[in-house]
């Protein structure tokens, strides 16, 4: 008796299944699920497959969302589709966390459990089994979309909005050229510091804050000896969150400085924390990350 098993990459190709395709700048906007290894449970992802990208592979744009975001506020809302079709790049956008996993007080507060995954690997019990997000977005999910889509793995960087640009920032922070570039608007920058870190790593990492720090891009900048990368940084001036000490990048930029890590920090007066601030300003981030990946 012959057994055959079907490659690796037709093993995951055949996990995929597709939930929307529209087409959008020449290209097509898609929605996929699967289930996740990492996560135990299934995660839908969003796609943006230039036009290029029928003919070439491209290079590999992933975002990552804010709190109570699932993967469609971005690719609904922030209008990327039209700079990433012109630029020629796949963008990736992931859900923000594990869903439907029946832990007691998933769904208690907007700012933890559902919705509010913090991209971190919890160690706390019961957190821990489900809420990988950190190993999601760096590991299964890429690995997934190498095997499956029209992209090249050398070529990919990172970028998200509060919750998820602190996502994107500790992501580049954690993997020294692993991403070619990095952006991030509103994001959290020094969560170990503010109310919805406390909360988020209290519950994911446990009371011992000395573990907290490997998730907060203020400190992992302090500690950071890879090659040069290059930050942007978009913030609303009229954001609620700036003025409640939620954000901190004068924090984050401080630390930066120290370093000589270049960061280009724009405060955009009158803007606030909303998809109409990112919409505005999604051109000049998607042409900054542009600037490497077709480099």
């Known amino acids: 008796v012959v057994t055959i098993s079907a490659p690796f990459s037709l093993r995951r190709r055949m996990e995929l ?21 990492e996560l135990k449970c299934k995660m839908k992802f969003a796609i ?14 992933y975002w990552l969302s804010g709190l109570t975001c699932t993967e469609q506020n971005f690719i609904s809302k ?13 963008v ?20 933890f459990g ?14 821990n089994t489900n809420y ?8 299964e999910l890429p690995q997934l ?45 020094n969560p170990v510091l503010c109310p919805w870190g406390k909360k988020a790593f209290n519950g994911y990492l446990g009371p011992d804050q000395s573990k907290w720090k490997a998730y907060d ?37 401080a630390a930066c400085t120290e370093k000589k890590i270049p960061v280009v920090f724009r405060l955009q007066e009158g803007y606030d924390h909303s998809y109409y601030f990112i919409a505005t300003f999604i051109t000049d981030h998607i042409r900054h990350h542009a600037k490497y990946l077709n480099a």
């Open 217 to 253: 891009a203020t400190c992992l900048v302090k500690s950071y000896s890879g090659p040069q990368i290059d930050i942007l940084i978009d913030q609303g001036k009229d954001d609620e969150f700036l003025s409640n000490g939620q954000l901190l990048p004068d924090n984050f930029i």
């Open 145 to 189: 979309i190498n095997a499956n889509f029209p992209v090249d793995p050398q070529r990919i960087s990172i970028f998200g909005h509060s919750m998820g640009g602190h996502g994107a920032l500790i992501c580049a922070l954690k993997n020294p050229g692993k991403y070619r570039s990095v952006s991030a608007f509103a994001p959290i920058c």
């Open 92 to 111: 990736i956008a992931p859900d923000t966390s594990p869903r439907g996993c029946n832990i007691k007080g998933e769904d208690d507060s907007w700012d």
């Open 17 to 37: 299944k597709q939930i929307s395709s529209n087409k959008c700048f020449g290209g097509l906007q898609k929605v996929f699920e699967h289930s996740s290894v």
């Open 114 to 127: 559902t919705g509010a995954g913090f991209f971190v690997n919890a160690t706390e019990d019961p957190w």
């Open 48 to 61: 943006y497959l230039p036009p290029q990208a029928e003919s070439a592979k491209c290079p590999a744009l």
């Open 78 to 90: 922030s209008g990327c589709q039209q700079a990433a079709s012109e630029h020629g790049l796949v």
């Open 132 to 139: 990988r997000m950190y190993s999601y977005v760096t590991e």
